[in-house]
């Protein structure tokens, strides 16, 4: 890896420490507290899915077997595969910015929000549609009738659409701050001396990215 | 001990410069990002909705004056009653202490300029008014119906705007992390030099571990909400019977949250109570790190007693041994603040002005809302009372004549501070003891009533128990009186107050050391702290000496 300083600290806008912060890795400690804190709220408010989601299977065991095959196992594991790689961009983003390489960073959080883009229109577009059609939907819309062996099977769909949906909105906030981080790159205020807000980005989207991992096997692959 | 006469011979000025004309203009409120300022907002905020609760309670309690139908149909008595609960849970009392009194003085009890993140802190409080802004705007759709708790199966078939409120309180709930995220980090990261973990005032123990409380079950309430909402209108299934779901995990989500959110409410009152009694006491608190650290014991174990709520639902009677179990533990760390409350008021020089009047009043009726909490853990007396009157009466034993108690009390505490004005002590202690007498006139007759079998949320009752329900609502009216005094006291010295000094109190703890109200960055220098947070000897406070 190259370690020559793409941007010279003279073109960029230098970030100044809040009045009430004693030093700047003090503050950045204290972000990084405050989002890994938010982040624990985020997982308990997915952890009450979780639950709920192992009480049905346990009440259902016949239902969960039967309806995952109903998911198309080819495109979550596409998706799978864009937001892991997408991971890997965003810490890209972050190994640029506090090497000064504006270009590459901006790079990174452009392809950053691509794949969230991916993700978002092989669900919505490919994935999504074929159940509308079926009538594969939780229960005020569920027409479906291939599932008529095993018991309340509306109860799988409400919980894959409760879950991913919920998991989907996070991916579309997420595209909002990665968009922010654009921005930022822009305006030239993100380098060695400050990088915070990529950071915690990053964070956000790796949380985003391993409620995926567990959503995948737990719906498509839950024979 | 000789502090008296320091206090007295200080003449004081109002400041010329203080955070409240620091700028001027509407923007310089709506866009303030000093903690000071939010706090205010907040405590208006709270104060209205308090005022707005109250009268839904004055309500209800007015068509139980007498049996039968008075002056509201059954329908419009539940929204009544879901109303009064509504509001006064999640739009002030969850809000009250923290957010209001705790924003202005987390940062000045700590030494800081700022909490860690004041933009959030701002945002914070415009999700709060979002939040109120929906609920109200239910409430004039179609106000609901259900109680707050919203239960389903019924919350899922009544016709009121169930969505509107839920989706209301799961915004205010996002509000209640924010602050959380924002006090924690604050007490991590910006303590002062020498402000170590056990030099720190007991209310921010309390509202560190309320902290930790909120942001460990708003979350788990806040997905019970959307779950709700998405089983209103997609129909999911989890919590509705007809569709192979189960109503008791609703009970087992909402209680998971909601009883470590009495621990929200009542965890920061004990600190407000602490800093009270320290100072009308002269005294160190008694026992100060068992104080301290109750407050952590009744965070985590407020988390594992959420069951003792649902002993009627259907859960498992095992699951029901364990939880009456673990609620008795509950008691261990209250209990030890009780009691090292009352060691140091023990040979103190105590001062019997305002504040103090309410942290005695709450001592009493905190310790009866306690105690009569121990039946209802236990599950046998349980059975028999869980809906009855005798819960109602507990309940509001801790939440007003505890909760409520403590946030009026500290108010009149921190009052010259945030105001630099004082306010009359006569009217004050007047209202107190106005308060104590509704209080306990309202709500001890409904125990009274619970023992002998009125059930809670009925809309009419046997003539057996009209005596008993017509005096509870007199207690009320007195109750209505009381605040009205409480009010009136806090104008009359908005308008002419005597102007407050930097320490009318003699307080030991930071915040007196700056002036009365604190300049925009509460210190003229960072405070060094060399003493202990109660030394009545040494305190900068009191001597003046700061380092």
Not at chain 1, 63 to 83: C, D, M, Q, R, Y
Not at chain 1, 115 to 137: Q, S
Not at chain 2, 109 to 132: C, E, H, T
Request: charged residues 10%; hydrophobic residues 50%.
């Amino acid at each position: 890896m190259s370690q020559q300083v793409a941007v010279s600290p003279d073109k960029v806008i230098r970030h100044r420490v809040g009045h009430h912060w004693p030093h700047v890795e003090l503050e950045l400690s204290g972000a990084k507290l405050g989002f890994w804190i938010f982040l624990c709220t985020e997982l308990l408010m997915f952890g009450g899915l979780f639950v709920a989601y192992t009480y049905f299977r346990s009440l259902y065991p016949e239902t969960f077997s039967e309806a995952h095959k109903t998911l198309s196992i080819p495109l979550g594991t596409l998706n799978t595969g864009v937001l892991i790689v997408s991971s890997f961009t965003v810490v890209m983003a972050i190994r640029s910015a506090m090497l000064n390489q504006r270009k590459a960073m901006l790079g990174y959080l452009y392809a950053t929000l691509l794949l969230a883009a991916a993700f978002m229109v092989i669900k919505l577009g490919f994935e999504w549609p074929p159940k509308f059609a079926k009538g594969t939907l939780p229960a005020a819309f569920y027409t479906y009738d291939g599932l008529a062996h095993v018991p309340k099977p509306h109860l799988f769909y409400g919980l894959y659409f409760v879950m991913t949906g919920l998991h989907g909105l996070h991916v579309v906030i997420g595209m909002g701050l990665i968009s922010w981080l654009i921005y930022l790159g822009h305006k030239g205020v993100l380098y060695r001396g400050y990088y915070t807000p990529i950071e915690i980005v990053g964070l956000y989207w790796h949380f985003v990215d391993l409620i995926w991992i567990y959503l995948l096997p737990l719906f498509y692959l839950a024979g | 001990m000789s502090t008296a006469p320091h206090i007295a011979t200080e003449a004081p000025e109002f400041p010329k410069e203080h955070y409240l004309n620091a700028s001027k203009g509407f923007k310089s409120w709506a866009l303030t990002v000093d903690h000071k300022r939010i706090g205010l907002m907040y405590l208006v905020s709270a104060l209205t909705f308090f005022l707005v609760g109250g009268l839904f309670a004055l309500l209800v309690r007015l068509e139980l004056f007498l049996p039968g139908g008075q002056f509201f149909d059954q329908k419009t008595y539940n929204q009544l009653f879901t109303l009064h609960g509504v509001v006064m849970v999640f739009l002030f009392i969850i809000p009250a202490i923290p957010a209001a009194l705790g924003n202005f003085f987390l940062p000045l009890q700590l030494g800081a300029k700022d909490v860690a993140f004041p933009k959030l802190n701002l945002m914070s409080f415009y999700i709060y008014a979002i939040g109120a802004i929906i609920a109200i705007a239910a409430m004039v759709v179609g106000a609901v119906d259900t109680g707050w708790t919203f239960y389903t199966p019924y919350s899922l078939t009544t016709n009121t705007a169930v969505v509107g409120t839920v989706f209301a309180a799961f915004v205010l709930g996002f509000s209640s992390i924010l602050t959380g995220v924002n006090f924690i980090v604050t007490i991590h990261k910006l303590r002062p030099p020498g402000m170590t973990w056990f030099r720190m005032p007991l209310f921010l123990w309390a509202l560190y571990s309320t902290s930790v409380i909120q942001l460990l079950s708003t979350p788990v309430l806040a997905i019970t909400l959307l779950l709700l909402i998405a089983e209103r209108l997609l129909g999911v299934g989890v919590f509705d019977p007809a569709l192979g779901g189960d109503p008791v995990l609703f009970q087992h989500f909402f209680w998971f949250y909601s009883h470590p959110a009495v621990y929200i409410m009542i965890v920061p009152a004990f600190g407000v109570i602490s800093e009270i009694i320290a100072t009308f006491s002269r005294r160190e608190v008694f026992g100060y790190k068992f104080v301290a650290l109750s407050s952590v014991a009744i965070a985590v174990i407020g988390f594992f007693v959420w069951g003792h709520h649902m002993f009627v639902s259907g859960q498992s009677e095992f699951a029901g041994m364990v939880f009456s179990f673990l609620t008795f533990f509950v008691a261990i760390p209250t209990a030890v603040k009780i009691f090292n409350w009352t060691a140091t008021l023990y040979k103190g020089d105590i001062q019997l002005r305002t504040p103090m009047v309410y942290a005695l009043i709450f001592l009493v009726q905190f310790t009866i809302g306690g105690l009569t909490g121990l039946p209802l853990g236990a599950l046998g007396t349980n059975v028999a009372l869980h809906d009855t009157y005798y819960v109602v009466a507990h309940f509001h034993y801790v939440m007003m004549g505890g909760v409520v108690f403590a946030f009026v009390g500290g108010l009149h505490y921190w009052w010259p501070k945030i105001t630099g004005r004082m306010y009359n002590e006569k009217i004050g202690t007047f209202a107190a003891l106005t308060l104590f007498l509704g209080f306990n006139i309202t709500f001890f007759t409904q125990f009274l009533l619970g023992f002998k079998g009125m059930p809670r949320r009925y809309y009419d009752f046997d003539q057996n128990f009209a005596g008993l329900h017509g005096f509870s609502s007199v207690g009320s009216w007195i109750l209505g009186i009381g605040f009205l005094i409480a009010l009136y006291c806090f104008i009359q010295s908005l308008r002419n107050g005597p102007i407050a000094s930097k320490n009318p109190w003699g307080g030991t703890t930071l915040e007196w050391t700056t002036q009365s109200p604190p300049i925009a960055h509460n210190f003229v220098d960072t405070p060094t702290v060399t003493t202990d947070p109660y030394d009545h000897e040494n305190s900068p406070a009191l001597t003046g000496r700061v380092a």
